[in-house]
């Protein structure tokens, strides 16, 4: 617990000081759900014009995923939830997660006779986003302190 906290503390300013915080290179996406959550708490007035139409609309497409879900399409639809983190997320970052499911699917199919199985996959794809991670610090730390 105290190596966490001694590597992430100087790992978050190093990230705020060089790219910000709830702007397009780093979006608060907790902090930008929440908010709206509290603006809508305010009164409905204070909601976008359609809002309620579109949540109308989400609640019904979610409920027919999942009762569609539980049959034998179920297997080819995504789910529910995913779509609606999809629809919160930037689209950078939804693209990026469904290019990796492909990338995922398509490993799987190839080299499944080779004992490649989902444990294997989630182990690869951890290690690939670490490694993402790995790098955005390392190049965070260039930019603050004027290497790049």
């Keep these: 617990m105290v190596v966490g906290a001694v590597v992430t503390i100087p790992v978050y300013a190093v990230i705020a000081a060089s790219y910000g915080l709830g702007?397009?290179?780093?979006p608060a996406i907790s902090a930008l759900t929440w908010k709206?959550?509290?603006?809508?708490?305010r009164g409905l007035s204070t909601l976008p014009q359609w809002s309620g139409t579109a949540g109308i609309a989400a609640l019904a497409i979610g409920a027919g995923?999942?009762?569609?879900?539980?049959?034998?399409?179920?297997?080819?639809?995504?789910?529910?939830?995913?779509?609606?983190?999809?629809?919160?997320?930037?689209?950078?970052?939804?693209?990026?997660a469904f290019v990796g499911a492909l990338?995922?699917?398509?490993?799987?199919?190839?080299?499944?006779?080779?004992?490649?199985?989902?444990?294997?996959?989630?182990?690869?794809?951890?290690?690939?986003m670490a490694g993402e991670s790995i790098v955005g610090v390392i190049i965070a730390a260039l930019l603050t302190f004027g290497v790049l």
């Design 23 to 26: 702007n397009d290179k780093m």
């Design 65 to 96: 995923l999942t009762l569609l879900g539980r049959g034998r399409i179920g297997r080819v639809l995504p789910s529910a939830a995913s779509i609606g983190v999809g629809v919160i997320l930037p689209f950078s970052l939804t693209l990026t």
């Design 103 to 128: 990338l995922a699917l398509g490993a799987k199919r190839l080299l499944h006779d080779r004992g490649l199985d989902h444990a294997s996959v989630l182990a690869l794809a951890a290690g690939a």
């Design 36 to 41: 709206a959550t509290a603006d809508a708490m």
